[in-house]
């Protein structure tokens, strides 16, 4: 049963001792594809390079985190519309606003998102949305920049059953990591009132391990974990988790979706 990480920094140091150990436990689990969203310029290399090491396998976004916004913000965002002309990528993630360690550069933060958000219309691919502490200002903006052409995921998604109704009605996907697994969370009872069709998993490694590794550094193979829990909540099979969510994962990535077929079909 294939599993498909949307969102992951396997390229990101805290992997640097064992990467190719950790993708492999990932594999065995079941996860066949790793999307790996970008920070700002300093992440890049390494992230291409990774994906240049597991070709159909890891897939590159291109964007300006919003923790990343800052005095120079523009030169950040040149560098990823450099980037953007240069070559494809899955998607222009991972943008949006992020209100928990500093609101100083808001509006900065505002601009860069609706930016990466026009860029991602004009070029046909998703936006990868980061969400911390600032989920309805964020719904409010996708809302009024949103056309046929504007599609993509609140990545990390941990807000209320209203924030997710608003989402999906905007046809976007909720990104659906460990929080799903934290005890006080709330974020069960939110999904279980929430179709799978909406739905895609994540594990933002190495960042918010799911239980019984909360605490610990993430890794891909734990999205088996989310997948678990999910099934549990719905009263759905683990099969019906791993295939819904990973034909919602091949919606939104379209392209990394036929160049996985091969895997699959092994």
């Known amino acids: 049963m294939r599993l498909i990480d949307t969102h992951t920094h396997l390229y990101l140091e805290q992997f640097d001792e064992d990467r190719d150990e950790m993708i492999r436990r990932a594999l065995d689990s079941g996860v066949e594809q790793f999307f790996l969203p970008n920070i700002d310029s300093s992440s890049i290399t390494k992230m291409l390079e990774l994906e240049e090491a597991y070709p159909g396998r890891c897939f590159a976004m291109m964007g300006l985190h919003p923790c990343s916004v ?4 523009e030169e950040e965002l040149a560098i990823v519309r450099d980037w953007l002309d240069e070559r494809p990528f899955c998607a222009i993630g991972e943008i949006g606003i992020d209100l928990y360690w500093d609101k100083t550069f808001l509006e900065q933060q505002k601009e860069a998102f609706l930016q990466q958000a026009e860029w991602a219309k004009e070029l046909g691919v998703p936006i990868v949305i980061h969400s ?3 989920t309805d200002i964020l719904i409010e903006l996708t809302e009024q920049i949103k056309d046929e052409r504007l599609r993509g995921v609140f990545h990390c998604f941990s807000g209320t059953e209203e924030q997710a109704r608003r989402i999906t009605e905007l046809g976007f996907f909720l990104g659906i990591g460990g929080v799903l697994t934290f005890k006080n969370a709330g974020l069960d009872k939110v999904m279980e009132k929430i179709g799978l069709e909406h739905v895609v998993l994540e594990t933002d490694a190495p960042f918010l391990a799911p239980v019984p590794y909360r605490g610990k550094r993430n890794e891909s193979a734990y999205v088996r974990l989310v997948a678990e829990k999910l099934a549990a909540l719905k009263g759905v099979s683990f099969r019906e988790v791993a295939e819904t969510t ?8 379209p392209a990394a979706a036929l160049a996985g077929e091969g895997f699959h079909n092994q």
């Open 132 to 134: 911390r502490e600032s």
């Open 246 to 253: 990973s034909r919602n994962a091949g919606q939104l990535f």
């Open 70 to 73: 800052k005095e120079n913000f």
